[in-house]
């Protein structure tokens, strides 16, 4: 079956970075749009930043473009997603979505916390 695993969040100070990874199995990974998310206790899921399958065309919330980076290897069947800058506003639990264009079914990975705070 389908599997999506978030790893790399923890605990960082205001101006800090951290790499988030999400690793999917059980699918042809080139196929699938891959999405960063992120939530808040009591707030709507919100989109970070995509990458398109098989890989180049991305898109950025605005309040992370300049800060973040997604990036896909599908060889290893892994997108990325660097922070860097972060703000205690990046504090959230981040979630990776695959979902191949046009289709409506996705996969969701359980979330890693990130904990923005000095």
């Known amino acids: 079956q389908v599997q999506v695993v978030e790893s790399g969040g923890g605990l960082v100070q205001p101006g800090g970075s951290l790499r988030l990874s999400c690793t999917a199995s059980?699918?042809?990974?080139?196929?699938?749009?891959m999405t960063w998310y992120r939530q808040t206790p009591g707030k709507e899921r919100d989109m970070v930043a995509t990458i398109a399958s098989p890989g180049g065309s991305t898109d950025y919330a605005d309040s992370v473009k300049g800060r973040f980076t997604i990036s896909r290897d599908n060889a290893k069947n892994t997108v990325y997603l660097q922070m860097n800058s972060l703000k205690l506003e990046d504090t959230a639990v981040y979630y990776c979505?695959?979902?191949?264009?046009?289709?409506?079914?996705?996969?969701w990975g359980q979330g890693t916390q990130v904990i923005v705070s000095s």
């Open positions: 979505k695959a979902q191949r264009p046009a289709f409506r079914v996705a996969y």
């Open positions: 059980g699918l042809t990974f080139s196929n699938y749009a």
